[in-house]
T-cell receptor, first 110, second 112 residues
Framework: EDQVTQSPEALRLQEGESSSLNCSYT??????LFWYRQDPGKGPEFLFT???AGEEKEKERLKATLTKKESFLHITAPKPEDSATYLC???????????FGKGTRLHILP | DGGITQSPKYLFRKEGQNVTLSCEQN?????MYWYRQDPGQGLRLIYY???????QKGDIAEGYSVSREKKESFPLTVTSAQKNPTAFYLC???????????FGQGTRLTVV
């Protein structure tokens, strides 16, 4: 069964304290891996797409990386406005379903 | 502006009633999806459609129904058979070319 697991479930950091969020997956026929940011009561906002192992993408304080079994979202010197839930999703299988992990709730303390 | 519009933003339903959630997109995307989000559960797939007049069940389709008569529209009906319908519902679309899904702003359904 295709599965996406994110860890940790929640993470509290001090402003400026860098860290990484993990997304591990077991799927057949990965088409793409996506990272989203979701603020409370709103729809997810797209951040990155990764297609193959070794690929990296950056946007401001965020950097996403991909291996054959997992992806990391690295947050460098975070600010309070980076507080949100970060969701990982994969598109895979013959029917190209998009499967989400449960997310990591990130809280950056000023 | 291109995007996905979900309506209404908030919806209240009495037990035993069917309700329909609207999802419209003007991105010319082929595929559309419905997800349900509960606290601590992440997004769970209800139904998805890769093309007009065709759709498939996701992981939690029981108690829900959909139609895809037009490329732009993918309404979701929450029937009285859904035992615990109170949740945040999200609609998304993609162009089926390995690109990201775009999401609407969600509909929060509450059973009263």
């Amino acid at each position: 069964e295709d599965q996406v697991t994110q860890s940790p479930e929640a993470l509290r950091l001090q402003e400026g304290e860098s860290s990484s969020l993990n997304c591990s997956y077991t799927v057949s026929g990965l088409r793409g891996l996506f990272w989203y940011r979701q603020d409370p009561g709103k729809g997810p906002e797209f951040l990155f797409t990764l297609y193959s192992a070794g690929e990296e993408k950056e946007k401001e304080r965020l950097k996403a990386t991909l291996t054959k079994k997992e992806s990391f979202l690295h947050i460098t010197a975070p600010k309070p406005e980076d507080s949100a839930t970060y969701l990982c999703a994969v598109q895979a299988g013959r029917d190209d379903k998009i499967i989400f992990g449960k997310g990591t709730r990130l809280h950056i303390l000023p | 502006d291109g995007g996905i519009t979900q309506s209404p933003k908030y919806l209240f339903r009495k037990e035993g009633q069917n309700v329909t959630l609207s999802c419209e997109q003007n991105l010319n995307h082929d595929a559309m999806y419905w997800y349900r989000q509960d606290p601590g559960q992440g997004l769970r797939l209800i139904y998805y459609s890769q093309i007009v007049n065709d759709f498939q069940k996701g992981d939690i389709a029981e108690g829900y129904s959909v139609s895809r008569e037009k490329k732009e529209s993918f309404p979701l009906t929450v029937t009285s058979a859904q035992k615990n319908p109170t949740a945040f519902y999200l609609c998304a679309s993609t162009d089926n070319l390995n690109t990201e899904a775009f999401f609407g702003q969600g509909t929060r359904l509450t059973v009263v």
